[in-house]
């Protein structure tokens, strides 16, 4: 994990992303810019300004993009790098996506990431959501032409979760991206993830904003099912 300035650590944990993004990327070092641009993650994710939103993940993606010029080894900045591109791919229409390579350049930065660093529950979630991802956009010809599949999305969640069991954002994020590939399909699976994310304590501002996003979804689930809890979960994450 980065080690950024002990004030941006307490920035962050207290909800103030965007100051402690600033104060991770006047250090410079990889291991602030890496941290930097995970607080720049979380304010996109957590703002009620959706107008800046767009802005801040350019940002993050530099943040990213410097800290894997100051450290070609970091696996934190491989992450933060692929996270950023996939949210800014997520964003973009289709046609942008491709012209813009999203896809291949998080799927290298997540594989090469795994070669560091074969145990980090992180990466492997990354590359399940890619799969699960490149599957709902890109439908049966994307996948093809990325090579995604949906066994290997399933069993790289579950590598996730079998490698940090008490990561309740893992969790969650393995249900957001089953509701939003599938919620029909998979909406018995999705309600028993969301039971155990809900369920987490968490830990800093940005941990309760996500599950408190999480026990909304599963309430909307419950009462009004998966496709109302599907467009819930578009609404509330990246």
């Known amino acids: 994990n980065a080690e950024p300035p002990g004030a941006a650590l307490q920035l962050y944990a207290a909800g103030d992303y965007l100051a402690a993004a600033s104060t991770a990327e006047a250090q410079a070092s990889s291991d602030s810019l890496a941290f930097a641009s995970r607080a720049l993650m979380a304010a996109c994710m957590t703002s009620p300004h959706q ?10 993606q530099h943040s990213a993009e410097r800290a ?12 933060q790098l692929a ?32 070669v560091r660093a074969p145990r980090n529950a992180e990466a492997h979630a990354l590359l399940g959501a890619w799969h699960l991802e490149v599957l709902r956009r890109g439908g049966r010809a994307g996948a093809s032409f990325y090579g995604a599949r949906l066994e290997t999305g399933l069993a790289e969640f579950d590598r996730a979760r079998a490698l940090a069991p008490s990561d309740a954002l893992i969790t969650l994020q393995y249900a957001i991206a089953l509701l939003q590939l599938d919620a029909a399909r998979y909406g018995e699976r999705v309600a028993g993830l969301l039971q155990a ?22 309430t909307t689930l419950a009462r009004n099912g998966p496709e109302a809890a599907s467009a819930l979960a578009r609404a509330s994450f990246l």
Do not use: M, N
């Open 83 to 114: 996270f950023a591109l996939g949210a800014r791919g997520r964003r973009a229409s289709l046609a942008q996506a491709v012209a813009l390579h999203y896809a291949p350049r998080g799927r290298r930065l997540i594989e090469e990431a795994l």
């Open 51 to 60: 107008s800046a939103v767009d802005a801040w993940l350019l940002r993050a």
């Open 197 to 218: 994310a809900s369920a987490a304590p968490s830990t800093d501002a940005f941990e309760a904003h996500a599950l408190a996003q999480a026990r909304a979804v599963q």
């Open 68 to 79: 894997l010029q100051l450290d070609p080894e970091s696996v934190d900045a491989r992450l």
